[in-house]
């Protein structure tokens, strides 16, 4: 299902930046362009809205304090040239503040700010390997963005200046360092063998002291590694 979103902005370029943004994220749909709150509320009033990319900045009613009159308001992002408004919205428990001019590189990051928020929501509600099997990350790879799901994954291999991202479906080419991907992994289902590779614990199929077995690749334990990756295999034995 997608997430249904609503750009709130006075300014025209502004909105068109975040509409060239979005076109990138098949899951999102906008629901509408509005130029101040006042609209805004009316779209929201007669729809079910996940996210609103906010500015503060507009003619009637800030944004700021148009969110305060929302009594159950969706996720949003606020989007502003004034930097000294972000505590005020984070205060507000916002997704994220993204300041203007924004980059592709700083909307994709709040993106997947959003849908972990929307994750960390499921949780409340669902059982852990239910959530687990629904969650997600959104990678670039040249002029695409890929959605991965966490349960996809077999391993993922440092190559160069590039990570290899290996699905049950695909490979993935991305320009990243893999320790920042290791950050948006769940250290319960996935683990650092090797300075050169992480592997999905679950898709483990055997294991020595030198040597891991998985998607019927052997990938190397790395020696700074070993002890870590044993204590947690072993755990139970």
Request: charged share 25%; net charge positive.
């Amino acid at each position: 299902m997608k997430a249904k979103c609503i750009i709130v902005d006075d300014e025209p370029i502004a909105r068109k930046i975040i509409k060239t943004h979005l076109k990138a994220f098949k899951d999102i749909e906008i629901v509408a362009e509005c130029k101040n709150a006042i609209e805004a509320f009316d779209v929201i009033a007669h729809n079910k809205i996940d996210l609103i990319f906010l500015d503060i900045h507009m003619p009637q009613i800030s944004g700021i304090n148009f969110l305060k009159t929302l009594k159950n308001p969706p996720k949003v992002i606020i989007t502003t040239a004034h930097r000294d408004y972000a505590i005020e919205g984070y205060e507000l428990d916002v997704v994220d503040f993204l300041l203007k001019p924004i980059s592709f590189d700083r909307f994709m990051k709040a993106i997947n700010k959003f849908y972990s928020a929307i994750e960390n929501n499921i949780t409340k509600v669902e059982n852990e390997s239910v959530t687990a099997s629904k969650a997600f990350i959104y990678v670039k790879s040249g002029s695409e963005t890929h959605k991965i799901f966490l349960d996809d994954i077999i391993y993922l291999e440092s190559f160069k200046e590039h990570l290899l991202i290996h699905t049950n479906k695909r490979t993935i080419k991305i320009i990243h360092k893999i320790g920042d991907i290791e950050n948006k992994l769940s250290s319960s289902n996935f683990l650092r063998i090797h300075k050169s590779y992480i592997v999905s614990i679950n898709k483990i199929e055997s294991f020595s002291l030198q040597n891991i077995n998985i998607g019927k690749q052997d990938l190397p334990i790395g020696r700074t590694y070993k002890k870590s990756v044993m204590n947690i295999l072993m755990d139970g034995f």
